[in-house]
Nanobody, 128 residues
Framework: QVQLVESGGGLVQAGGSLRLSCAAS????????MGWFRQAPGKEREFVAA????????YYSDSVKGRFTISRDNAKNTVYLQMNSLKPEDTAVYVC?????????????????????WGQGTQVTVSS
């Protein structure tokens, strides 16, 4: 069974930065894509960023492109989300997820159905 544990959330002023971490266990981390989603109260879960199992390709939503960077450290079984130039509209619970498919490059990682394990989330609050 896969377990994903997020950390690094907190309160930050607009324009500031945070780095989120997601530590994985239970399945060969280096063979699966990883993604970040976020959900604010009253809103649907929204794709943020993803990285392929090899780390060669990354994906970002238009709303965070140029501000956020996803990366992974397979030696630590950890995926990161570096969040710069934060805006109040970035306020949400950020959740990491592990991809459903083994060593896959062709899945659509913009959608939740491409992931089969999810963390509990970490709160990010950006004040104006």
């Amino acid at each position: 069974q896969v377990q994903l544990v997020e950390s690094g959330g907190g309160l930050v002023q607009a324009g500031g930065s945070l780095r989120l971490s997601c530590a994985a266990s239970g399945r060969t981390f280096s063979s699966y894509a990883m993604g970040w989603f976020r959900q604010a109260p009253g809103k649907e879960r929204e794709f943020v960023a993803a990285i392929t199992w090899s780390g060669v390709t990354t994906y970002y939503s238009d709303s965070v492109k140029g501000r956020f960077t996803i990366s992974r450290d397979n030696a630590k079984n950890t995926v990161y989300l570096q969040m710069n130039s934060l805006k109040p509209e970035d306020t949400a619970v950020y959740v990491c997820a592990q991809g459903r498919y083994y060593r896959n490059y062709s899945a659509n990682y913009y959608i939740a159905g491409s992931y089969d394990y999810w963390g509990q989330g970490t709160q990010v609050t950006v004040s104006s």
